[in-house]
C-alpha cells in the first residue's frame, strides 16, 4: 500500500503555526513511507473563504519546502460529485429528506436546552412519511445514521477512542440548494483522492466519528487517523495572537530560516529521544506517530529564534549574503561573503544579520551610532590619529600583520589594546559592537578602511 497523505486548510486566514505543523506532520509521514503528500483547498465557505488567503497558503509552504504532488485541489469545484454521493446515498434508502424549517429546528433545539438535553436533531423526518412535507420548501438531505452501538476510531495518536451513536444525530449531507456540507465533502474528497492517512489536530476528532459513519454508508474503508493535540502559549492557555500565533509569513518576516521552522515545528509534540537539533533529512528518515505525544505542545519564541541562531550559523554564507542582501553589488557581495563567518555567530535571525552586515555595504563616509561617537569624542579621535600612520606602513593587509601592528602600536604607547581596537571598529563599523575588527579591516581592504578612518578624522 502506497501512503497517501493530504494537507486539507481553510482559505479563511494566514497558515497559522498549527497548520504548518499539521502539514509538516503529513509531509514527513508520507516522506518516511516513500509516499504521496497532497494539498487540498478546502473553499467550500464562500463567504470567508479569499483568493489572498489561498495564495498566502501556498507561499507559506513553499517556503517551508512542503512540497506537495499535483496540482493541489479546490474543494469547491468538486461540489457535483459531493451531490452526486448525498443523492447516491438517498436513493439506497441511507439517507432521507427533511423538511424542517430553521425556526423548527431553532424551537426544537430551545426545548432541549429548557429541559436539559443535548441539542441534536431528533429525526424528525427519518420515518415520516414525504407526502405530508410542506408545499413549495426545499428539503435537505439528512444521513440515515445508525442509533445503537459505537462508532469507535482506532486513533494511532490517541489510541482507540469511541463514542455511543445515540449522541450523534442524523447531520446535513446536503443543503437546501444543492450546496454540499463539509462533512460530506471531506469524506468524498478523501475517498476520492486515495487518502489512506489523515493526521490533523484533535479538535477534529468529533467530526472524525461522524465521518466515519458516512464511510460505512457508502461501503467505503475508511483511512487511518492520527488526531495531534493542538499548540498552547507558554502559559498554557490555547495559543493566540498574543502568543505569537501568526502566519507563517510573519516568521518568515521576522528572518527565520525555513529549516529553523521545520525542526522546531517538529518538536511541538513530536520527540526523537533527547535529539534538539533534528534536520529535515532526519525527520524525513525518523518521523512516525508512535512519538507524538497526547498533551498540547507549547510555543515558545525564546526557543524558536534560539534553534534559528544554530542555523544560521550552519548555513551557507553565500546563500545568507543572498538572504540579507539580493541587491547587492559585486564588491558588497565579497566582502559579505567574507566576513559572513563572523557575522552569523552572533545573530539569531536574518534580521540580526542584516543590521550587523550593514556597515561592509555603507558608503562613505559612515554614521557613527550614539556610543561610537561618544568613544570618539572621549579621546577615541586622538588614539585613532596616532595610529593611523603606522597602518598605512603595513605591508601585507592581512589580519595578522593589522593586529601586530596594534599590539606593537599599544605597547610602545603603554596602552591596553583595546584601547587602539575600538577607536578603529567606531571608525570602520560605525558601532561599538562588531566582529573580530583586525578580520574587519582585512575584508574592507587598505583603501576602503583608511578612507574610514580619514573620513573621522576629518570631521
Known amino acids: ?13 494566514y497558515l497559522h503555526i498549527g497548520g504548518a505543523r499539521t502539514a509538516l506532520f503529513n509531509w514527513l509521514f508520507a516522506r518516511r513511507h516513500g509516499g504521496v503528500f497532497h494539498l487540498r483547498i478546502e473553499d467550500t465557505d464562500r463567504a ?3 483568493d489572498d488567503a489561498v495564495t498566502k497558503i501556498f507561499e507559506g509552504l513553499t517556503w517551508l519546502g512542503l512540497d506537495w504532488e499535483g496540482e493541489p485541489v479546490m474543494q469547491f469545484a468538486r461540489a457535483a460529485r459531493h ?9 439506497e434508502g441511507k439517507a432521507y429528506h427533511c423538511w424542517c424549517s430553521p425556526d423548527e429546528l431553532t ?6 436546552k429548557a429541559k436539559g438535553q443535548p441539542m441534536r436533531y431528533p429525526g424528525v423526518w427519518r420515518d415520516r412519511d414525504p407526502d405530508e412535507a410542506p408545499a413549495g ?3 435537505v438531505i439528512r444521513l440515515k445514521a445508525p442509533q445503537e452501538g459505537d462508532t469507535v476510531v482506532e486513533d494511532l495518536v490517541q489510541g482507540e477512542v469511541k463514542v455511543g451513536n445515540s449522541q450523534l444525530d442524523d447531520m446535513v449531507l446536503l443543503r437546501g ?3 454540499p456540507t463539509y462533512m460530506l465533502s471531506v469524506v468524498v474528497d478523501d475517498h476520492d483522492m486515495g487518502i489512506t492517512h489523515v493526521i490533523r489536530g ?21 483511512p487511518r487517523f492520527g488526531h495531534i493535540p493542538l499548540i498552547h502559549g507558554p502559559d498554557g492557555a490555547k495559543l493566540s495572537k498574543r502568543h505569537g500565533a501568526l502566519g507563517v509569513e510573519a516568521y518568515r518576516d521576522m528572518g527565520l530560516l525555513p529549516e529553523a521552522m521545520r525542526n522546531y515545528l517538529l518538536r511541538l509534540g513530536w520527540s526523537h529521544g533527547d535529539d534538539e537539533i533534528i534536520s529535515t533529512e532526519q525527520a524525513c528518515q525518523w518521523f512516525d506517530l508512535e512519538h507524538v505525544g497526547r498533551s498540547p505542545a507549547r510555543f515558545d519564541m525564546t526557543k524558536l529564534t534560539a534553534l534559528n541562531g544554530h542555523y544560521l550559523r550552519e548555513a551557507d554564507d553565500a546563500r545568507l549574503v543572498d538572504l540579507i542582501a539580493p541587491e547587492a553589488d559585486a564588491l558588497g557581495r565579497a566582502r559579505l561573503t567574507a566576513g559572513m563567518a563572523g557575522l552569523k555567530e552572533r545573530a539569531k535571525t536574518l534580521l540580526d544579520l542584516a543590521d550587523s552586515a550593514g556597515f561592509y555595504l555603507a558608503a562613505r563616509p559612515l554614521t557613527q551610532d550614539d556610543k561610537a561617537k561618544k568613544l570618539l569624542d572621549d579621546g577615541g579621535r586622538a588614539d585613532l590619529a596616532a595610529f593611523r600612520a603606522k597602518l598605512a606602513a603595513v605591508a601585507e593587509w592581512t589580519r595578522a600583520d593589522l593586529e601586530e601592528a596594534a599590539r606593537l602600536h599599544a605597547e610602545a604607547s603603554g596602552l591596553k589594546l583595546g584601547k587602539v581596537a575600538q577607536p578603529l571598529r ?18 574592507l581592504g587598505r583603501d576602503e578602511a583608511l578612507g574610514r578612518i580619514d573620513d573621522v578624522l576629518s570631521s
Open 48 to 50: 470567508r473563504s479569499t
Open 1 to 13: 500500500m502506497t501512503v497517501v497523505t493530504r494537507f486539507a486548510p481553510s482559505p479563511t486566514g
Open 107 to 112: 424551537a426544537i433545539r430551545e426545548e432541549q
Open 202 to 222: 484533535d479538535d477534529h476528532l468529533t467530526n472524525t466519528f461522524r465521518q466515519i459513519q458516512i464511510y460505512s454508508a457508502m461501503g467505503w474503508q475508511p
Open 177 to 179: 440548494d444543492g450546496t
Open 137 to 139: 420548501r426545499l428539503p
Open 83 to 91: 451531490a452526486e454521493v448525498a443523492r447516491q446515498l438517498l436513493a
Open 426 to 443: 567606531a571608525a570602520l563599523t560605525g558601532s561599538t559592537v562588531s566582529p573580530p575588527v583586525f578580520d574587519v579591516m582585512e575584508i
